[in-house]
């Protein structure tokens, strides 16, 4: 059975969400990683004191879960 145009259309931006978010999350990661951005921190601590504010670690790795929730769909594809 084929795609309708509309159906092929959600697929194509269902798609293009999956890569740019798995494209944001690969980002974070290596600017976390990054020994510059580390040091911004240190230097804030030393200055401020420690980080109390919000963190994204639960949304990543709740859009982490959300991507490898997706790969067997696009491998039985």
């Given at each position: 059975?084929s795609?309708?145009p509309q159906?092929q259309?959600?697929?194509?931006?269902a798609?293009?969400?999956?890569?740019?978010?798995?494209?944001?999350?690969?980002k974070?990661?290596?600017?976390?990683?990054?020994?510059?951005?580390?040091?911004?921190w240190?230097?804030?601590?030393?200055?401020a004191?420690?980080?109390?504010?919000?963190?994204?670690?639960v949304?990543?790795?709740a859009?982490?879960?959300a991507?490898r929730?997706?790969?067997?769909?696009?491998?039985?594809?």
């Amino acid at each position: 059975m084929s795609e309708t145009p509309q159906e092929q259309e959600n697929y194509n931006a269902a798609e293009r969400a999956e890569t740019a978010l798995r494209t944001l999350l690969d980002k974070m990661e290596r600017v976390e990683a990054s020994e510059a951005y580390r040091s911004v921190w240190i230097v804030a601590q030393i200055h401020a004191g420690p980080y109390h504010g919000e963190t994204w670690a639960v949304e990543r790795n709740a859009a982490r879960a959300a991507l490898r929730d997706t790969a067997p769909r696009r491998e039985e594809e």
